[in-house]
C-alpha cells in the first residue's frame, strides 16, 4: 500500500490538518490507514488523546529516529496505506521517510515565506530521489485558502503562479480554512461526528476533504 509522507519546514503550514483530513477521510471511506506522528510537537498524536477512536486507523507517537523505517515498513507490510507526518527539518529521519514515500505533500500558506521554504522542501525532495536512483513524486497543497479562487487575495495569486513558474506541482484541491477543520484537531472523531450546532460548514468541509483524497487517491493511481 502506499507511503504518504507531510513534509514542510514551517511549522503552521497545516501539515497536522493535511494529514488528519487525509487520513481520516480514507478511513471512514474503508482503507486500513496507519498515522505515524514523526514530529517531535507531536501535533497529530494530540488527536488520539480523545475517546473517538476508528477501527481502521491507527496512530503511532513519535518513534525514535531508528524505528521509524521499521514502523513505515512495518505498517505497509500490514496491507496498510501509511501516511507520515514529519519533522519539518532536514533531518536524518526525515530522508529516510522521503526515501520511502510513494507521494509526499508539501503544506504550505499563501505568503512568500511559505512559497521560499516550498522551495527548501523541494530541494530536500530531489536530493532525496537522487539518492533513490528514482524520482519522488510531490505535489504543494495550498492549506488555509480562501473558499472560492475568486477570493485570493494579489499575494496568493503571486505566490501560486511562482510556486507553478518554479515549477512546483500543486495539487488542484486547496484546503480552505474552516472552523470544521479547527474543531476536529479539538475534539477528535471525523468530520461527519462533529455537531452541527456548535460547528458550521461541516457539510463543505467534508466536500472538500473527500476532494483532497480523491485527487491524492488518484494521483497514486487508484479508485477513491
Known sequence: MAIISLFSPKGGAGKTTTALLLGTTLAVDGYDVAMIDADPNASLSMWTDDDHNIPNLTIQKEPDEDELVGAIQSAREGGKTV???LDGRASTRATHALLMSDLVLVPFRGSMLDADLAAKA????????????????????????????????????????????????????????????????????????????????????IINANALANEVVSLLGGDK
Open 83 to 85: 501516511i507520515v507526518d
Open 122 to 205: 523541494q530541494k530536500s525532495i530531489n536530493n532525496a530521489a537522487v539518492a533513490r536512483g528514482r524520482p519522488i513524486l510531490y505535489r504543494g497543497v495550498l492549506t488555509n485558502a480562501p473558499a472560492s479562487t475568486r477570493f485570493y487575495a494579489r499575494e496568493l495569486t503571486h505566490v501560486m503562479n511562482l510556486l507553478r513558474d518554479m515549477p512546483f506541482p500543486l495539487l488542484e484541491t486547496a484546503i480552505a480554512e474552516r472552523q470544521a477543520y479547527r474543531a476536529l484537531i479539538s475534539y477528535g472523531g471525523t468530520l461527519a461526528l462533529l455537531n452541527p450546532k456548535a460547528v458550521p460548514g461541516i457539510e463543505t468541509a
